[in-house]
């Protein structure tokens, strides 16, 4: 009897310069590169047990058992773990996914990594974040990102061993982000089917491509400087260019909603009144906020009269993936259990 059980911890992440696109839908081979910061409040704790007497693999997450859907596109993701570790034995997958309610924010970036973190620390892998970030990418792209804290770029690369991340900047410092859940609602069309519909269809999408490595050497440096004003501006900049290729899709669609301009110009309106703060927004209606930290607070105050507490969920820079010992499993799991704060 073969049993070997692993734990990990993955911090989500947010895209200052956009992942849209895929070469190679496979490998989830990105156009471009990308780079995103690492948030310490949304993550999600994932166990896994490899069981040489379990005749198929199970998922329960958020202490609900998945559908043989959701467990079918875990299994293709533990198939290759599986093959690279040359062993057979199905498993038992757990996930705690430590997301605010309605936080209308994707998890599969901090899920993944925390499943391939969960796998190394199960069969025994080499502590290798690069490597592991290799696997992750393979299970949700953005993955990649979330094996290191801080700010994190993902290299495009040319093949399957090439494509990783790259740690950029720890963010310990005056650098923050708050999220305005403005629908938490699922979406209309998935980023993998906006993603591939933008590529096929949209003539704006060329250019879009070509830009990106300006963008993401420009914000390389304003992150060395830790120049807030320059994060934002191409932030912005950045994020709206990859919704203009959507808009220029055929047929065109796009995530925006009635509120998402609106709070794009709130946001403007905060700027006007002395905030270094930037908007981004990804594939979905939802709108982050790019500040200082120091300032979360008082920006919070003056959103208060737009939105509620449960609106606005603030984070600073988050930390690397890392394994959890069984006492730090056995916390999640009682504060899963003692709290309906959070959900999937």
């Not at 570790?85 to 994707?106: D, E, R, Y």
């Not at 047929?251 to 609106?262: C, D, Q, R, S």
Request: glycine content about 6%; some cysteine; proline content about 3%.
């Amino acid at each position: 009897m073969i049993r070997l059980t692993g734990r990990a911890r993955a911090h989500s992440n947010i895209a200052l310069v956009k992942y849209w696109g895929k070469r190679d839908s496979d490998l989830f081979l990105p156009m471009t590169n990308s780079l995103s910061l690492t948030l310490d409040a949304l993550y999600t704790d994932t166990s896994i047990v490899f069981d040489s007497e379990l005749t198929e693999d199970t998922f329960t997450l958020d202490q609900i058992v998945q559908s043989k859907e959701q467990t079918e596109k875990l299994t293709h993701f533990l198939d290759i773990i599986r093959a690279k570790a040359q062993i057979t034995s199905k498993a038992n997958v757990t996930s705690l996914n430590f997301v605010p309610t309605a936080a209308g924010l994707a998890s599969s970036a901090s899920a993944y990594a925390a499943l391939i973190g969960a796998c190394a620390d199960a069969l025994g892998w080499e502590d290798d974040h690069k490597s592991l970030s290799k696997l992750a990418r393979r299970g949700s792209g953005s993955a990649t990102r979330s094996l290191f804290g801080g700010f994190v770029e993902w290299d495009k690369g040319t093949d399957d061993s090439t494509s990783v991340a790259i740690p950029i900047d720890d963010g310990q410092w005056d650098i923050g982000l708050i999220v305005l859940v403005l629908n938490n609602g699922k979406k209309k069309i998935s980023s993998r089917d906006g993603m591939a519909h933008t590529v096929a269809t949209s003539p704006f999408y060329e250019n879009w491509v070509k830009t990106v490595p300006s963008d993401i050497k420009q914000m390389k440096a304003a992150i060395y400087r830790k120049d807030i004003e320059m994060i934002g501006e191409i932030a912005e900049h950045n994020a709206l260019k990859m919704h203009a290729t959507m808009l220029s899709a055929n047929p065109p669609f796009w995530y925006f909603e009635p509120a998402t301009l609106l709070a794009m110009e709130r946001i403007r309106e905060l700027r006007q009144a002395g905030y270094p703060a930037y908007f981004t927004m990804d594939a979905g209606p939802n709108v982050k906020i790019i500040c200082q930290k120091s300032d979360m607070t008082a920006i919070m105050d003056e959103l208060s009269h737009f939105y509620t507490n449960d609106q606005m969920i603030t984070s600073a820079a988050g930390p690397d993936m890392r394994t959890l010992t069984e006492e730090e499993w056995a916390e999640s799991l009682a504060k899963k259990e003692g709290s309906n704060e959070y959900s999937h």
